[in-house]
């Protein structure tokens, strides 16, 4: 599956972020790229709409979508159809339970390593 | 800082594998791709050895290093002089604990999230 952009960008003088992938199998993966395109379909109701809040393609962003429908047993974003591109799109209650459980990931793992983080933090150059 | 190739590609029967980057400000990462060479110096004692491993020119894995030792407080890699190119590398004791805090990570973000990947499991597709 390709990758969405995904970094985001902490602040200089923020603490280490952890930023989770998900390998779920040899192909296929789950990361912050996808999930925050999910949840700007969510937030926005349009995949275009999405796709452009992430500097994307209409055509990269609908890729992401399908290939995403296909990894899991059931799609995450309904289309409605003969919208022509532009038509409207909303997240299924699965494709929110996949985010949910995605971000409670990335809330677990932080919390079960700040202590290993703070020491990676430690020992960075001064001032960078 | 530019990124390593990272993805380690879990066997298709494999439960889900969280890949971590650890996001340290703005500019500099720490991910699977960096450890791994870094594991990889201290295996063949050699950058070059350890980037043709990993696919890599010489001149891409000594940036890498560079970087490295750059966003630390002192060198995760010491470098014997006039070896040009080919010259000897070792770990220092500091990049070792990097390599073990990254490591410590990873073993501790996945234990406690576990149910959630097991969930994750359970939802995706069939046959994939």
Not at 83 to 96: C, D, I, P, V, Y
């Amino acid at each position: 599956m390709a990758r969405a952009p995904s970094r985001s960008k902490p602040s200089r003088s923020a603490e280490p972020e952890l930023s989770i992938r998900i390998d779920l199998d040899e192909e296929d993966a789950l990361g912050p790229g996808k999930i925050r395109l999910l949840e700007l379909v969510r937030e926005h109701g349009s995949i275009s709409s999405a796709g452009r809040a992430m500097d994307m393609s209409y055509r990269r962003a609908w890729l992401l979508i399908d290939e995403l429908n296909r990894t899991f047993r059931k799609p995450l974003v309904e289309t409605q159809k003969g919208g022509g591109g532009g038509g409207g799109a909303q997240l299924t209650a699965f494709g929110n339970e996949v985010i949910r459980l995605y971000r409670a990931i990335g809330v677990d793992a932080t919390q079960a390593t700040l202590s290993h983080l703070q020491s990676l933090q430690r020992m960075r150059a001064i001032g960078r």
